[in-house]
């Protein structure tokens, strides 16, 4: 899995380097699924069962972006034909913006900034599978670890996915009606780390409450990693 890692801090690859693995993450997706991942700057890192591909997407802009400073945007969504949205982050500013650009595109977000070293407090909301608040495989049963792994219990993992340094795509088709797309983002520790991302799914139903900011290495610390910026 090292290898995979590594796939976003140097240049795509050759489609051999991308088929090789491919193959090298198949042959390791025995291992449980993780509750969270982050990805931001100039790399992604997944640390579940996934396979990491750059890809180029044809995107046609469907929403006006804040302009700042020399006019670039902070932040641009942007509409395939297949539905999916392809959200850039060039600066952390104007959240509300970006929650708004998401909503009028039909995905019910909610979205927040965070300064480094914070994260928001666990329990906003009731999650809409275990990639939020999942319980320790260790502790439970062969039949509820069987249930634990199945795909449709993680579909969290499978809305939001890097495919640049500042861009990742949403993929509504894996959201059910009534959730809320929860994303946090925070701005990265180390010199050269743009930014980071957590995003989980809310189940229908279930407010999300205000985020209280608490340390990121604090009691409740989840399982993540940091993307390097460039």
Excluded at 132 to 143: C, D, K, Q, R
Excluded at 151 to 172: A, C, G, H, Y
Excluded at 178 to 186: H, N, W
Excluded at 191 to 200: C, D, M
Aim: aromatic share 6%; proline share 8%; net charge neutral.
């Amino acid at each position: 899995m090292d290898e995979l890692k590594t796939m976003w801090v140097t240049p795509p690859g050759t489609p051999d380097d991308l088929a090789g693995a491919r193959r090298r993450l198949l042959d390791g997706m025995d291992g449980p699924p993780v509750r969270r991942r982050i990805f931001g700057g100039a790399r992604a890192i997944f640390t579940g069962p996934r396979l990491l591909v750059a890809a180029g997407v044809a995107m046609a802009a469907v929403a006006a972006p804040l302009v700042i400073g020399d006019g670039e945007p902070a932040y641009a969504v942007a509409k395939n034909p297949d539905g999916t949205l392809i959200v850039t982050i060039n600066e952390l500013q104007d959240p509300e913006g970006l929650q708004a650009a998401l909503n009028a595109q039909g995905i019910k977000a909610d979205v927040t900034y965070n300064p480094r070293d914070k994260k928001c407090a666990s329990g906003r909301f009731v999650g809409a599978d275990y990639m939020y608040g999942s319980p320790n495989p260790e502790n439970l049963t062969a039949e509820q670890r069987k249930e634990f792994y199945r795909p449709e219990n993680w579909r969290s993992r499978d809305v939001t996915r890097p495919i640049s340094k500042d861009k990742f795509r949403i993929s509504p088709k894996f959201m059910r009606t009534g959730e809320t797309l929860v994303l946090e983002f925070r701005l990265g520790n180390d010199p050269g780390v743009s930014w980071s991302l957590g995003a989980w799914l809310a189940k229908a139903g279930s407010s999300v409450m205000p985020c209280t900011l608490v340390d990121e290495g604090g009691q409740d610390k989840e399982h993540a990693e940091e993307m390097a910026g460039g």
